[in-house]
């Protein structure tokens, strides 16, 4: 890494996932972030002259360096048990039993009902999380949500570059405070590794609910999408990414003009994009399910959730796919308790499932992060780019094959198109049905996964 003592040139070498870390952990308030001509954030020294060469954004960074390991050994007692979702203690299908709250969320609402929860009871003062500018729609707004209204301003996915660690500055400068913290695995590398330097953000951060990632598009799916809507970006006046019209899980992109002309797009038919528009420190991340968190979330993409078919749990309960589902895999003490006691209260519903459950319905999202990561980086260190030292990542079992190597040479020629904006352009002229038949043979292979696990479905009549 040459004698890099500060994070000057991560964004430029590509290492910079862009989560505000630095940001919020230089002593002397001296990093700076403007954006680049792709909507990234791009974070750096404001004045050279007032860096005292401290190191400290530089060791907090995530972007050139994880030791698995040493965050493992501080956050759990045995080491990591499963290759793909590392250590955990249960697993679930949850969701919030608000109705309302389910419908504006993204998933089950889980998270959001947690956060309702955890300030309800005093477990904390305030939750880092991220909403959609009001002045700037395409502008994520990071903010620490202090009540239930501003925890539900901020529910929802935001498929774009989210600097979520810079609301770390508050949550250092406050007074006194325990806080939550929702973030994607990138955000919570770079927590854990900033807790080591700083016990008092340990004593702080209480809580950090992580959401599964794969992987992190750039700003330009987001004006992809909306030139697929036939809309010009300076005509759009707000966008949702999880909206949920008719009260359906998984909902879509709602884009909303200046004129209150409305249009949307189900995610289903813009999933494709998410992988498209990868960008490239997120080509090179082995972490999809948060496993650093207390507590990840993802969507329950169960085959027979997507077909919108009841299923029966293992009570006997039936579960209704379309009122929104997640999935959680609970790792921690911690995580453990306030998901059980939220269940007891009543504000969240919870069906225990096999842990298999959780790496079949989410194959693809595994694999990208665990099998061909390994090769991208592999490829990259071929074309002498830099890449990321990551220590305890395990390499797949038998190594990889030549076949291995394939999808990512395609995904790493691609990706030098869609980061610049005329290749955004151009992939716009390639017909979507195209670009949806690839996402969705991918989606049949992994309901075939899940045949046989644990639910069963409820056959009407
Ligand atoms: C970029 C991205 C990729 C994802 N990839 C997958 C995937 O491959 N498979 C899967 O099953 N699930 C994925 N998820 C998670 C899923 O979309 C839901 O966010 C998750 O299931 C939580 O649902 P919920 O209803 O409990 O959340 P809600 O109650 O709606 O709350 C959402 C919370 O997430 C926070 N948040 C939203 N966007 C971001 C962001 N970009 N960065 C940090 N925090 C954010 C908000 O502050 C809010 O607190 C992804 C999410 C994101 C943002
Ligand atoms: S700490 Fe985060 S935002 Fe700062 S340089 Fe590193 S990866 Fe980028
Ligand atoms: S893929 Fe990894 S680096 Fe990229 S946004 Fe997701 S967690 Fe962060």
Redesign the pocket.
């Known amino acids: 890494m040459g004698d890099i003592v500060n994070i000057n040139g991560m964004f430029e070498r590509e290492l910079c996932t862009q989560c505000g870390t630095c940001y919020s952990l230089c002593p002397k308030g001296n990093i700076d972030v403007k954006r680049s001509s792709i909507g990234s954030f791009v974070f750096h020294v404001k004045d050279e002259t007032r860096c005292v060469g401290c190191g400290i954004c530089y060791e907090v960074c995530p972007g050139h360096e994880v030791d698995f390991d040493e965050l493992n050994s501080h956050l759990f007692p045995e080491a990591p048990a499963d290759p793909f979702m590392g250590s955990y203690k249960s697993t679930f299908l949850a969701q919030s039993t608000d109705e309302g709250i389910r419908n504006s ?9 947690l ?1 309702m929860f955890a300030l309800d009871r005093g477990l904390i003062s305030g ?1 880092v ?3 959609m500018s009001e002045r700037n729609p395409l502008e ?1 707004e990071v903010f620490v949500a202090k009540g239930a209204e501003e ?1 539900l301003s ?7 570059p ?1 600097p ?1 660690n810079i609301g770390l500055r508050e949550v250092m400068e406050a007074d006194e405070g325990r806080f939550a913290l ?3 695995p990138c ?1 919570i590398h770079g927590l854990r590794k900033a807790e080591l330097l700083f016990p008092k953000l340990r004593e702080r951060i209480v809580l950090c609910l992580g ?7 750039s700003l330009l799916m987001t004006e992809y999408l909306i030139r697929r809507a036939g809309l010009r970006v300076e005509e759009v006046a707000k966008v949702k990414y ?1 909206e949920k019209p008719h009260n359906r899980w998984p909902g879509g992109m709602l884009i909303t003009a200046k004129t209150g002309e409305k249009r949307y797009i189900p995610l289903e038919n813009y999933l494709y994009a ?1 992988t498209l528009f990868t960008l490239p420190r997120c080509g090179m991340c082995p972490d ?1 399910s948060n496993e650093l968190a207390d507590l990840s ?3 329950a ?1 169960l085959p027979e959730f997507r077909r919108n078919m009841d299923m029966t749990g293992p009570e006997g309960e039936i579960l209704r796919g379309r009122d ?1 589902w ?2 959680v895999i609970s790792r921690t003490e911690r995580g453990e308790k306030l998901l059980r006691e939220a269940a007891g209260s009543g504000a969240v519903r919870l069906v225990e499932i096999d842990p298999r459950l959780v790496v079949r319905s ?1 194959k693809w ?1 595994f694999y990208y992060k665990k099998r061909a990561v390994f090769a991208r980086m592999n490829i990259r260190k071929a074309l002498r780019q830099p890449v990321p030292r990551f220590k305890g990542l395990k390499p797949p079992e038998g190594g990889l094959r030549v076949t291995d190597y394939i999808k990512p040479i395609l995904f790493l020629l691609i990706q030098r198109i869609s980061i610049t904006r005329l290749g955004s352009l151009l992939l716009g002229l390639i017909p979507e049905r195209i670009l949806m038949r690839k996402f969705r043979f991918k989606q049949r292979l992994m309901d075939r996964a899940c045949r046989g696990y644990l639910l069963r479905r409820k056959r009407s009549g």
Not at 105 to 113: D, K, L, P, R
Not at 211 to 217: A, I, M, V
């Open positions: 969320c993204a998933s089950g609402g889980v998270i959001s009902s956060l939750a999380v991220v909403r994520p925890v901020a529910s929802q996915s935001k498929y774009l989210v979520m929702v973030g994607l955000h959401l599964l990632c794969g992987p992190g598009p999880r998410q999809f979330f993802g969507d993409h929104g997640n999935i989410q999202g």
